[in-house]
């Protein structure tokens, strides 16, 4: 089951003062269903640049969409399982339900089944736990603290820990890397 994750949106109310839109457990959390464990929750998505700071409708309530749209920004926290023995994660249902326009590659899945890349730049925070970012070319322990910027590059999120491993993502559409 999903850690719950709190979330508080500002808005503006009919007189244009600031107020507290969403004080809740983000609505939008989903299991991953072909990676038994893991999750994604979103808390806000924006579909334009400059982002609309108008109107109260709740933007994390859509479908999964693992690349923001063009000039689009997604805010979500993703939980990464710890790796048991015998555990297989379907890559084909877990990026499905992403709604990914980057499917892992076969040539990819000697490093980890779910070696991927997005058409965005992501900054990452590790909020709690630990694990490794794989990459094609060498891999990085990560632990609570940890800041990544993730730059339209093929890699892979992989948890020897044995505790699960929370990830505050904001995703930024980008122009596609080679």
Same mark, same amino acid.
């Given at each position: 089951?999903?850690?719950?994750?709190?979330?508080?949106?500002?808005?503006?109310?009919?007189?244009?003062?600031?107020?507290? $839109?969403?004080?809740?457990?983000?609505?939008?959390?989903?299991?991953?269903?072909?990676?038994?464990?893991?999750?994604?929750?979103?808390?806000?998505?924006?579909?334009?640049?400059?982002?609309?700071?108008?109107?109260?409708k709740?933007?994390?309530?859509?479908?999964?969409?693992?690349?923001?749209?063009?000039?689009?920004?997604?805010?979500?926290?993703?939980?990464?399982?710890?790796?048991?023995?015998?555990?297989?994660?379907?890559?084909a249902?877990?990026?499905?339900q992403?709604?990914?326009?980057?499917? &892992?590659?076969?040539?990819?899945?000697?490093?980890?089944?779910?070696?991927?890349?997005?058409?965005?730049?992501?900054?990452?925070?590790?909020?709690?736990?630990?694990?490794?970012?794989?990459?094609?070319?060498?891999?990085?322990?990560?632990?609570?603290?940890?800041?990544?910027?993730?730059?339209?590059?093929?890699?892979?999120?992989?948890?020897?820990?044995?505790? &699960?491993?929370?990830?505050?993502?904001? $995703?930024?559409?980008?122009k596609?890397?080679?």
């Amino acid at each position: 089951m999903l850690q719950k994750i709190r979330r508080i949106v500002t808005g503006h109310n009919a007189e244009g003062r600031a107020t507290i $839109l969403f004080n809740d457990h983000a609505p939008n959390a989903n299991e991953l269903k072909g990676w038994p464990g893991a999750g994604v929750t979103e808390l806000w998505v924006t579909d334009e640049a400059p982002a609309d700071n108008l109107g109260n409708k709740d933007r994390s309530l859509r479908p999964l969409r693992h690349d923001p749209v063009a000039l689009g920004t997604i805010f979500r926290v993703v939980e990464v399982p710890p790796e048991q023995p015998g555990t297989t994660i379907d890559t084909a249902s877990t990026f499905g339900q992403l709604g990914s326009t980057h499917k &892992p590659k076969a040539e990819d899945s000697a490093k980890h089944p779910t070696m991927h890349k997005t058409d965005s730049i992501d900054y990452l925070v590790v909020i709690s736990g630990e694990m490794m970012m794989v990459m094609e070319e060498g891999e990085v322990r990560l632990q609570a603290g940890d800041c990544i910027v993730q730059r339209g590059t093929n890699h892979a999120w992989v948890n020897r820990s044995g505790k &699960p491993c929370l990830l505050a993502a904001v $995703l930024v559409d980008a122009k596609p890397a080679p």
